[in-house]
């Protein structure tokens, strides 16, 4: 009796930790910051923005984001986890690679209005689902934006929007069946021909860009839900 209680003791004990190590080191805070807002300023978008209405315009203005940030860092180094990979500590650093552009993109995008969910793209090859837990591995942090009519890919280092000919936006997800009818070059295009395994919601999954440093994923919970349920589509502007 006394040893089925402390195993039920030990199990909760486990548990409500496990609970706590996942929020305390895993949870990305999403909120704009006072330096955020500085940062996002320097992109010089403001003026794009604020005049934008209806789809093509949105494109326009995420478009300016996008290339507004190329513009600003244009040294593409990757710097060496662990790192801060906030827009002003990128910025301030000088460099930065894919995790420190989408994050700037999300906020920008966030900031003037829109919402966004992170994309972790990894190189699934033979190892499916099972590539997260593989050191080295390639992989790509990047972005989707709601637009009015649906999710819309904006890559991170690359100028280049997943969108097609007639103006349908595409998710990092469904873009290979519109490959041939995307205008901008999907780059590098070795790394899209693969098998790839696409997570919403995972900022990192060693723990090293948003929290404590401790060993583990860094998430945003509201949008790993996206990772469980087809893509909607919409029709208010942001």
């Given at each position: 009796?006394?040893?089925?209680f402390?195993?039920?003791?030990?199990?909760?004990?486990?548990?409500?930790?496990?609970?706590?190590?996942?929020?305390?080191?895993?949870?990305?805070?999403?909120?704009?910051?006072?330096?955020?807002?500085?940062?996002?300023?320097?992109?010089?978008?403001?003026?794009?923005?604020?005049?934008?209405?209806?789809?093509?315009?949105?494109?326009s203005?995420?478009?300016?984001?996008?290339?507004?940030?190329?513009?600003?860092?244009?040294?593409?180094?990757?710097?060496?986890?662990?790192?801060?990979?906030?827009?002003?500590?990128?910025?301030?650093?000088?460099?930065?690679?894919c995790?420190?552009?989408?994050r700037?993109?999300?906020?920008a995008?966030?900031?003037?209005?829109?919402?966004?969910?992170?994309?972790?793209?990894?190189?699934?090859?033979?190892?499916?689902?099972?590539?997260?837990?593989?050191?080295?591995?390639?992989?790509?942090a990047?972005?989707?934006?709601r637009?009015?009519?649906?999710?819309l890919?904006?890559?991170?280092?690359?100028?280049?929007?997943?969108?097609?000919?007639?103006?349908k936006?595409?998710t990092?997800?469904?873009?290979?069946?519109?490959?041939n009818?995307i205008?901008d070059?999907?780059?590098?295009?070795?790394a899209?021909?693969?098998?790839?395994?696409?997570i919403?919601?995972?900022?990192?999954?060693?723990?090293?860009?948003?929290?404590?440093n401790?060993?583990?994923p860094?998430?945003?919970?509201?949008?790993?839900?996206?990772?469980?349920?087809?893509?909607?589509?919409?029709?208010?502007?942001?």
């Amino acid at each position: 009796m006394k040893l089925k209680f402390f195993r039920k003791k030990f199990l909760f004990c486990f548990f409500v930790s496990f609970l706590l190590y996942l929020f305390f080191a895993g949870y990305v805070d999403n909120e704009i910051t006072e330096k955020d807002r500085e940062a996002i300023g320097k992109l010089g978008v403001e003026k794009e923005c604020v005049s934008a209405r209806g789809f093509d315009a949105e494109i326009s203005w995420i478009k300016s984001i996008q290339m507004a940030i190329r513009d600003l860092v244009t040294d593409f180094r990757c710097a060496t986890p662990p790192v801060n990979v906030e827009p002003h500590d990128f910025m301030s650093r000088g460099f930065g690679c894919c995790y420190d552009r989408a994050r700037f993109t999300e906020k920008a995008l966030r900031h003037y209005g829109f919402s966004t969910r992170h994309v972790a793209i990894y190189d699934a090859g033979n190892h499916g689902v099972f590539s997260i837990f593989i050191p080295g591995i390639p992989s790509h942090a990047t972005t989707e934006v709601r637009t009015q009519k649906g999710w819309l890919g904006v890559d991170s280092n690359h100028p280049f929007l997943l969108l097609t000919r007639d103006g349908k936006p595409l998710t990092y997800r469904n873009f290979k069946a519109w490959e041939n009818d995307i205008p901008d070059p999907v780059v590098p295009r070795s790394a899209y021909e693969r098998e790839l395994l696409i997570i919403y919601g995972l900022y990192s999954r060693h723990g090293k860009f948003h929290g404590p440093n401790l060993p583990g994923p860094e998430f945003v919970l509201a949008e790993l839900r996206y990772n469980f349920f087809k893509d909607d589509h919409v029709s208010s502007a942001p």
